[in-house]
């Protein structure tokens, strides 16, 4: 896979940095190509550097194990455990200790902490509510049979989702780097599980994952134009794929461009929920209530209905663990983390039960069903003339949701690169612009593969199906570690139960829908986990590399303006 790093822990092959002023290059040694091309990368930003050098707190870089000092010269072992530990404390005044100093501005390349509490908030609100709150009441009504546990559901859903987070909270402030599932893997298991799941994450979870909020934004998009047809294939594939492109810009341009959208889009989201909520709270006003009565008539039996149709709500309430990918780049992480899930899921979760009532107030639970576009119904009933709103809103809704999907999944595959367990090229970072450029182009690739080829409800069930193997094995990671770390900083620490209750769960939702209604699908989901082991053997493990990787690296390299970070170096 040509990573800087087999699994079986022989030293990697390094990249090169950004030489300081006063840092000594010929003391670092590196391959000729490679090291002339850095050296090309950077002569752009290296005069910016050298200019802020005098207004840097920090007299050395930090590297993780040692730093170099002021004059240039490495200092490691012992005084460079405790250079590293003084420089924590000068470098970030009042904040984390347990983040380790940032990266400091003359220094070698390094993903920058951007995101603070309301962008935190935002990222994980704004990818939450995307189409499936807009799409997903359907066929949550259809598996359920019923008003009544479909609500409960919904509820069910967001109670686990919160569960879930809380116990990301944990992992994510013992383990600040980013990656989410794929750190706490590495933490609890080894490279092999991690390695699987950043293989079935980056080639399937992830795009799958964009593809339907990109298919979700597309269908509306176009409906707001075709009045007396339904919108053709083609056309809305085509709009998906240019809502890709344009999303990957924003993504590969900057990363506060990236975030101020996710904000803004977050908000007008939230707009258009509280339009919906107070339409359907007038209706019940008027005395529109007969929907609410007799609610569990009908409600279905089947263990493995209930199971598909949790797939169903979680779907909807997907995004929950997102800002742990990108705990690298979050303001002090073990505060602002915890606290943007306690905020952000228990809002979407009021807003999905106060959404679903306002349907009910308008709609008959027939009704709901036989609708393709439900939002698009409500609102053709109760906005008169100002209709347009409920189709402007999900297209705002899923654009946003997709733009926050690309900024996590970009950030996974740039943590899985710099581990050796996919590309080099993938965890290299734009010298100007501090972007996952690669990884995020990667990722926008596969998903316009699975827009032209693919259907948005064979992509839920197999999302769903497979995602929630990997959640209940980070349920997993947590309960061994407290076992194998239980002196491991946790500045933020859930009841040991929570994991243990979402891990059954996740159980009950991996073996249930196998059971009751056996499809080949879900062979096909298995299979493809253990197919990675087919690369992992080979590539990984033994660390074997093509000759010709070295070339499409540099190639690449130059390309796209992109470079190794400060990370691959330790």
Same mark, same amino acid.
């Given at each position: 896979m040509n990573g800087p790093m087999g699994a079986h822990g022989s030293q990697p092959v390094r990249g090169y940095s950004c030489p300081r002023s006063q840092y000594e290059c010929s003391s670092r040694p590196r391959r000729t190509m490679r090291g002339k091309i850095w050296d090309l990368l950077c002569s752009s930003s290296r005069s910016t550097k050298e200019n802020n050098v005098s207004n840097n707190k920090d007299a050395g870089a930090h590297w993780r194990g040692g730093i170099a000092n002021g004059n240039g010269h490495a200092v490691g072992g012992a005084a460079g455990e405790e250079a590293d530990a003084a420089l924590s404390e000068v470098a970030v005044p009042g904040g984390d200790k347990l983040e380790g100093a940032d990266a400091v501005e003359d220094d070698a390349l390094h993903l920058k902490r951007r995101v603070g509490l309301f962008s935190g908030v935002a990222l994980i609100v704004g990818t939450m509510i995307g189409s499936?709150?807009?799409?997903?009441?359907?066929?949550?009504?259809?598996?359920?049979?019923?008003?009544?546990?479909?609500?409960?559901? /919904?509820?069910?859903?967001?109670?686990?989702?919160?569960?879930?987070?809380?116990?990301?909270? &944990?992992?994510?402030?013992?383990?600040?780097s980013s990656g989410a599932e794929y750190a706490y893997f590495m933490d609890a298991f080894g490279p092999m599980p991690a390695y699987l799941f950043s293989w079935v994450s980056t080639l399937v979870l992830k795009p799958s994952q964009l593809a339907i909020i990109c298919l979700s934004f597309a269908k509306y998009a176009v409906e707001a134009f075709v009045y007396e047809c339904e919108p053709p294939d083609s056309v809305v594939k085509l709009v998906a794929v240019l809502s890709i492109a344009v999303i990957l810009f924003i993504n590969c341009y900057s990363v506060n461009l990236a975030t101020g959208v996710q904000n803004v889009f977050t908000a007008a989201k939230l707009v258009a929920i509280l339009i919906v909520i107070c339409g359907g709270a007038y209706k019940l006003a008027d005395g529109n209530t007969q929907h609410l009565e007799n609610v569990f008539k009908g409600t279905t039996g089947s263990l493995g209905d209930i199971a598909t149709a949790f797939y169903t709500g979680l779907w909807a309430y997907d995004g929950w663990n997102n800002l742990?990918?990108?705990?690298?780049? +979050? %303001?002090?992480?073990?505060?602002?983390?915890?606290?943007? +899930?306690?905020?952000?899921?228990?809002?979407?979760?009021?807003?999905?039960?106060?959404?679903?009532?306002?349907?009910?107030?308008?709609?008959?639970?027939?009704?709901?069903?036989?609708? &393709?576009?439900?939002?698009?119904?409500?609102?053709?009933?109760?906005?008169?003339?100002?209709? /347009?709103?409920?189709?402007?809103?999900?297209?705002?809704?899923?654009?946003?949701?997709?733009?926050?999907?690309?900024?996590?999944?970009?950030?996974?595959c740039f943590a899985a690169s710099r581990e050796g367990h996919l590309l080099d090229i993938l965890s290299y970072v734009h010298v100007r612009r501090y972007t996952p450029a690669p990884g995020l182009i990667f990722h926008s690739l596969i998903a316009v593969a699975m827009v032209t080829s693919g259907s948005i409800d064979s992509l839920i069930d197999f999302f769903s199906f497979t995602a929630w193997i990997f959640y209940g094995g980070s349920m997993l990671a947590l309960i061994v570690m407290r076992y194998t770390k239980p002196n491991a900083p946790r500045p933020y620490k859930v009841p040991l139960i929570i994991p243990v209750v979402v891990l059954?769960?996740?159980?009950?939702?991996?073996?249930?829908? +196998?059971?009751? %209604?056996?499809?080949? &699908?879900?062979?096909?989901?298995?299979?493809?986990?253990?197919?990675?082991?087919?690369?992992?053997?080979?590539?990984?493990?033994?660390?074997?590399?093509?000759s010709f990787m070295d070339s499409v690296t540099v190639f690449l390299q130059m390309l796209l303006e992109v470079a190794p970070t400060q990370s691959m170096f330790d």
């Open positions: 499936g709150i807009f799409v997903s009441p359907s066929g949550l009504l259809i598996r359920t049979g019923s008003v009544g546990l479909s609500f409960i559901i /919904w509820v069910a859903c967001g109670v686990l989702s919160l569960l879930g987070a809380l116990a990301y909270a &944990e992992l994510g402030t013992m383990n600040t742990n990918y990108v705990t690298e780049e +979050i %303001k002090n992480p073990s505060v602002n983390l915890p606290r943007s +899930i306690i905020i952000g899921i228990p809002l979407v979760t009021l807003c999905y039960a106060l959404i679903n009532i306002s349907y009910l107030a308008v709609m008959s639970p027939v009704e709901m069903v036989e609708s &393709e576009a439900v939002a698009v119904t409500f609102g053709n009933r109760i906005l008169g003339v100002m209709a /347009w709103l409920m189709p402007l809103s999900v297209t705002v809704s899923t654009f946003g949701s997709a733009n926050g999907t690309l900024f996590a999944a970009g950030r996974l059954v769960i996740s159980v009950y939702l991996i073996v249930a829908p +196998i059971i009751d %209604k056996p499809q080949i &699908e879900y062979l096909y989901a298995a299979l493809f986990i253990v197919a990675g082991l087919i690369f992992y053997i080979p590539f990984v493990h033994y660390a074997i590399v093509p």
